[in-house]
């Protein structure tokens, strides 16, 4: 799939399930989960750093994780009790790196569900977010330690790619929600 018709899907996807839930909550939270010591696990963190650039006036538009504040497995927990304590109904929006079958590789997904954080890595399940944006950056395995290996071997083009694409998307929307 070329870049703009990744970004029009991606685009429209984000934007039904955020204008559905627009008079539920107070404040979007743009929730960015990943490491910056893992290429293929930088999604998250570059999506971050982009949006920290473009959204800076919006009152209810918020984004916790970039390239030096990872948001990650081990404090995903103080995050969100940080989220909670500082917005009264947030809306969260995680957004982290995914891997899947080949053909996904390249595209971003949402779902209007929470994501699993490390699920291809064999970490017990942990769940966040009202709405989940995916990164699809490699091919998932059966095993952990080779989807591990994988996610150490992915091209840095295409999460920047990726996370371009992703924050001009929530940018670009960002009008027609407030």
Known sequence: MEKVQIYEKFKNSLFHYMYNVKNEYSDYVFMCIGTSNVIGDSFGPFVGEILMH???????????????????????????????????NPCIIAIDSALSESSNIGSILVNNCSLKLGESIGRKDYTVGNISIKGVVGKKYNLPYHNFLTLNQIPQKLVINLAKITAKGIYDINSYIY
């Open 54 to 88: 473009l959204i800076t006036d919006k009152n209810h538009i918020h984004v916790f994780g970039n390239i030096k504040s990872n948001v990650s497995y081990s404090n995903v927990d103080y995050i969100i009790k940080q989220i909670y304590s500082k917005y009264d």
